[in-house]
């Protein structure tokens, strides 16, 4: 059965340094994947979307990369701060592109001390 | 211009009983999708409506269903409720493959 799994324990890192979240995926062939961050008792806040053929996407502080030979992808917080302590959730495409219904991970707790 | 929003935020149901829950997507939006989401888990996808019909749907049982308005507007209903059913239900809507959630209803079920 497909299978999303991100890093089973929380991540504290200090404040300024660069925060690394882990998704794997199995069973899959996604068309794209998405990264997602959600604050307790609100939902999901969409972060970045990444295509099979792509490799890297930046958005600001952000970086995700996809490789899709390992199966994995990367989520880079770079120069993190406080305000970016949350839980971040990967999620891929259930159906092959097609309604854009997504499968979500259990999510990383990240939490960034000053 | 609102982003999706939900009612009730909160709501307390006894087992057997019947729910129905409310979700206005985002403005221009015309897909909505529901998801489940249990105490330190990812959502669960339920299902996703499109032009009124139930486009796709997840490993759910069918006393889950649900509906869409001609103003996109979406309702899910959950018959015979079970404690297991105790969650937070989300809704999101979409245009392209960018999902917008709303705050979600919190689901007791005693």
């Known amino acids: 059965s497909q299978k999303i799994e991100q890093n089973s324990e929380a991540l504290n890192i200090q404040e300024g340094k660069t925060a690394t979240l882990t998704c794997n995926y199995t069973?899959?062939?996604?068309?794209?994947l998405q990264w997602y961050r959600q604050d307790p008792g609100r939902g999901p806040v969409f972060l970045l979307l990444?295509?099979?053929?792509?490799k890297e996407k930046r958005k600001e502080r952000l970086k995700v990369t996809f490789d899709t030979t390992l199966k994995q992808s990367l989520f880079h917080i770079t120069a993190s701060q406080p305000a970016d302590s949350a839980t971040y959730l990967c999620a891929l495409d259930i159906f092959s592109n097609s309604g854009y219904a997504l499968n979500f991970g259990k999510g990383t707790s990240l939490l960034v001390t000053p | 211009d609102a982003g999706v929003t939900q009612s009730p935020t909160h709501l307390i149901k006894t087992r057997g009983q019947q729910v129905t829950l409310r979700c206005s997507p985002k403005?221009?939006?015309?897909?909505v999708s529901w998801y489940q989401q249990a105490l330190g888990q990812g959502p669960q996808f339920i299902f996703q409506?499109?032009?009124?019909?139930?486009?796709q749907r997840g490993n759910f049982p069918d006393r889950f269903s649900g509906h869409q308005f001609p103003n996109y507007s979406s309702e899910l209903n959950v018959n015979a409720l079970l404690l297991g059913d105790s969650a937070l239900y989300l809704c999101a809507s979409s245009l392209l493959d960018e999902q917008y959630f709303g705050p979600g209803t919190r689901l007791t079920v005693t």
């Open positions: 403005s221009g939006h015309d897909t």
């Open positions: 409506y499109y032009e009124e019909e139930e486009r």
């Open positions: 069973n899959y062939s996604p068309a794209y």
């Open positions: 990444i295509r099979e053929n792509e």
